[in-house]
């Protein structure tokens, strides 16, 4: 009787499905790539955190993974399957959870030239669950690819490679790295136009490298997070959608009241109180013009500055918190660690009472030592040199 019951459990555990949060598992398609004679190609990327990492021998923790990935017509026939199996290893429990790193693996088919649908399929094998994507639709048919090839600009010279197959998005990721964008080299893409609700650029292809694809800078074009399109000037009846995705953007952004308090830390109150009054899609573009004014780089749109500023916020929130103060982010401890990052030593100590006390020391430039008390004994460190 319980051996049936830990079946019928096990089988409901593996029948359950789930949606895939979509910066843990990042998946783009290359239409009719000229490098191979396959005409499919589906890349994928599943990040760590995803994953449920078991420990085996000695600090070796593993994840065992199964992508399924099934294309049908528009009939619903099955047209290709693959199954791909991956055993992933981490040398320490904190790469187990890490939001950025990332198995990367590719699928690749010949199919009829017509209109197809993918369905994929996750299997983490170490937890018994089963994970799905939505349907994607896609045509071979088109004269014209309706994904844009976004490609690091140091892989240039991978393009007619195996190896750029893992290393392409269809969306433009946010991050401070260098990218260009491929499409089909024709008179048409000579010049494009992106636009979105409150942004248009006109942008020339880049000559020499290819007369395959045509070739883009993105590198100033000044492209924040969210939804674009792109025109052409030769028929702009076309328009290629993308988006601009902050992959591992840092937690704390997704709370943007709570990221305005924080700026406390680096900002005069007036500012915060400026930002405080305004609502919508206004308030966060004056969030991060805001911002802006202490950037780095100027040129480009993402700001390392604000990004460390916030990842830091992530880890103090999470191992700085208290009885007394939820938001570690918010506590003595926290507002150090986001400043000044992660000291070069900390000695803890305890008084005969129970008291707790951390000593930070900093070398370098900062060359300070900060000293916390845990004056009340409910886990919240006091500064007090």
């Known amino acids: 009787m319980i051996n049936r019951l830990l079946l019928f459990l096990i089988v409901l555990t593996v029948t359950a499905k789930a949606e895939i949060h979509p910066d843990k598992f990042i998946k783009s398609i290359w239409l009719n790539p000229p490098q191979v004679k396959e005409n499919f190609v589906l890349a994928f990327k599943i990040r760590n955190d995803m994953l449920v990492f078991n420990k085996v021998l000695g600090d070796t923790f593993k994840a065992a993974v199964q992508i399924q990935l099934e294309v049908y017509n528009k009939k619903e026939f099955l047209v290709s399957r693959q199954i791909l199996e991956a055993n992933i ?209 100027p040129g480009t749109a993402f700001n390392e500055l604000m990004n460390e500023f916030y990842v830091r916020a992530d880890y103090a929130r999470d191992n700085f918190r208290s009885i007394t103060v939820q938001d570690g982010a918010l506590s003595d401890r926290g507002k150090v660690y986001i400043l000044y990052g992660t000291p070069k030593s900390i000695q803890r100590t305890f008084s005969q009472n129970g008291k707790a006390t951390e000593i930070w020391n900093y070398e370098g430039s900062i060359n300070h030592q900060f000293i916390f008390v845990d004056e009340q004994k409910n886990g919240n460190l006091i500064l007090k040199k």
């Not at 699928?107 to 649908?117: G, T």
């Not at 195996?162 to 893409?189: A, C, E, G, H, W």
């Not at 995705?245 to 500012?271: C, D, G, H, Q």
Request: glycine letters at 2%; proline letters at 4%; aromatic letters at 16%.
């Open 89 to 297: 290893s981490c040398s320490d429990y904190e790469q187990t959870i890490a939001r950025n790193l990332f198995y990367s693996n590719k699928f690749m088919m010949s199919l009829p030239k017509e209109k197809l649908v993918a369905k994929l399929t996750i299997y983490d094998l170490n937890r018994l669950a089963e994970e799905t994507l939505p349907p994607i639709e896609f045509s071979l048919t088109d004269d014209f690819t309706n994904y844009p090839i976004f490609i690091l600009e140091s892989d240039i010279k991978r393009i007619f490679t195996d190896s750029i197959f893992t290393q392409f998005t269809n969306d433009l990721p946010f991050s401070s790295n260098r990218y260009v964008m491929l499409l089909p080299f024709n008179d048409k893409t000579k010049k494009i136009t992106i636009s979105s609700k409150l942004f248009t650029k006109k942008i020339e292809r880049i000559n020499g490298y290819s007369d395959q694809f045509s070739i883009f800078d993105m590198n100033h074009s000044e492209l924040f997070e969210g939804e674009y399109q792109i025109t052409f000037e030769a028929d702009d009846k076309t328009k290629v959608p993308f988006k601009v995705i902050w992959y591992s953007k840092p937690e704390y952004l997704n709370n943007l009241t709570n990221s305005i308090r924080l700026m406390r830390y680096a900002f005069e109150e007036n500012v915060i109180n400026s930002l405080s009054s305004l609502f919508g899609e206004e308030n966060y573009l004056q969030f991060l013009m805001t911002w802006k004014r202490i950037d780095p780089t």
